[in-house]
């Protein structure tokens, strides 16, 4: 996942408009995930900095830990936005709320879908496709942990 | 942490740098992620998009920066939300830095907290810019005691 790369890349798959609207309401198979104290160690080295005290899990797990707690992955969201190769698929933004602490060996329940898809084009013309997927975070005690809402941009 | 409880409008929010984006780390975190896009650890394959020789950052990794910022400045659980857009891509050997501004200073659910202006910059460039609320009074006893790890 890539973000805001200059593009030569295009679709293998040639999906439709209509394709690409019907994927709005696809629901993941939502699913547990626990942030595991390796996983956060090494992801907050990546970040350049010691990991936080208390289990604190660093605030980016947003990006992954949903992906996968919902029971998708990445290489399935880019199939399924009919994308692949260099320069194909790049992150237009997040919006990330943080409801409670997010924490190393706690099992979060979740679940999520995609919320909007469009096509439109850029300047030269070249198709361009967006797409969010929202993805809800619960704690233990079944409240909302967290939220995620991701935008990404799939270049044909 | 910084005085929290003389924040307001228009206050700076001390930046945080990255001197050097690492390769390494790039290919650390993909497996971290199981994310399989290339650009991320084939340097020759990224010839095909105008970037021979160069990996690109994750986009989380870029945030990643402005939330160190953001825990230097408030606390470990200070963040509240992020709302940001990414703009041109950060290569390996990039050095960045993360900064912002306080916008706006409010209670929100009995607890104080700014709502900033966030950005990542490099070479004087915005690369990421958008909002972040952070809770102003997260105190270590607001936190819910956890295990300890070895």
Redesign the interface.
Same mark, same amino acid.
């Given at each position: 996942?890539?973000?805001?790369?200059?593009?030569?890349?295009s679709s293998p798959t040639g999906l439709s408009e209509t394709d690409l609207e019907s994927l709005v309401g696809h629901r993941f198979v939502g699913g547990r995930y626990r942030i595991e104290?390796w996983?956060n160690w090494?992801?907050t080295?990546?970040?350049?900095?010691d990991p936080?005290?208390?289990?604190?899990a660093?605030?980016?797990v947003l990006?992954?830990v949903p992906i996968?707690g919902v029971g998708t992955?990445?290489?399935e969201l880019?199939e399924l936005g009919g994308v692949a190769?260099?320069?194909s698929?790049?992150?237009?933004?997040?919006?990330?709320?943080?409801i409670r602490?997010l924490?190393?060996?706690?099992e979060y329940r979740m679940e999520g879908g995609i919320v909007t898809a469009r096509r439109t084009s850029d300047d030269a013309g070249r198709v361009i496709d967006e797409f969010a997927f929202e993805i809800t975070l619960f704690d233990d005690d079944d409240q909302v942990a967290a939220r995620v809402t991701n935008r990404w941009v799939l270049r044909r | 942490m910084s005085d929290l409880a003389n924040v307001e409008p228009g206050d700076d929010i001390p930046p945080w740098t990255?001197p050097l984006v690492d390769p390494a780390?790039?290919r650390?975190?993909a497996a971290? &992620?199981?994310?399989? /896009?290339? %650009?991320?650890w084939?340097r020759d394959?990224?010839a095909?998009?105008?970037?021979p020789g160069r990996v690109?950052n994750?986009?989380? &990794?870029?945030?990643? /920066?402005v %939330?160190?910022m953001l825990?230097?400045w408030a606390g470990?659980?200070c963040?509240?939300?992020?709302?940001?857009?990414?703009?041109?891509?950060?290569l390996d050997g990039d050095a960045v830095t993360a900064g912002g501004r306080v916008t706006e200073v409010s209670i929100i659910d009995d607890e104080r907290r700014a709502t900033c202006e966030v950005w990542l910059d490099r070479a004087g460039e915005h690369?990421?810019t958008?909002t972040a609320v952070v809770a102003l009074s997260t105190a270590?006893s607001n936190?819910?005691?956890?295990?300890?790890?070895d």
């Open positions: 996942m890539s973000d805001g790369i200059a593009s030569t890349g104290h996983e090494l992801l080295d990546c970040t350049g900095r936080l005290p208390d289990g604190l660093h605030p980016i990006f992954h996968l992955s990445i290489a880019f190769g260099p320069g698929v790049g992150l237009e933004g997040y919006d990330w709320e943080y602490p924490r190393e060996d706690m | 990255m780390r790039m650390t975190m971290i &992620l199981r994310d399989p /896009y290339p %650009v991320h084939d394959g990224n095909a998009i105008g970037l690109i994750q986009g989380p &990794l870029n945030l990643g /920066y %939330v160190n825990l230097a470990p659980s963040v509240r939300r992020l709302s940001v857009s990414f703009g041109r891509p950060v690369v990421v958008g270590p936190l819910v005691p956890t295990q300890s790890h």
